[in-house]
């Protein structure tokens, strides 16, 4: 598998400048605070364990269920390179350990 990095211009909120912004006031680009966590594999079942593994060990640690919004899966069948791209979108407060900095202080 390889890498590359892509540079983006983004703006104050994290958005690209050309990004048309919805026109009626009601609506808007929430700025949700979730981050995807990654588990690439040749082999779908195994990126599937290892990202069963890591969930439970988290909610462990956490002392409670991570907070996941939405689990994205995408794949790459061309010849020689398949491969599978499996993402958690879990709460960016659980992974920075809030809830147990909340349950500390509280005691």
Known sequence: MTEHTIQLELDESGLAPGLPTPENPRDQVQDVPYRPVEFR????????????????QAQEWLGEPIDVLALHLDY???????YYDLKLLCNEED???VPL???AQSK
Request: hydrophobic share 40%; proline share 7%.
């Open 41 to 56: 594999d040749d082999e779908l079942p195994a990126a599937l364990e290892r990202c069963a593994a890591w969930l439970r």
């Open 76 to 82: 790459d069948e061309r010849e020689g390179r398949p």
């Open 95 to 97: 992974l920075a350990g």
């Open 101 to 103: 900095a909340v349950r």
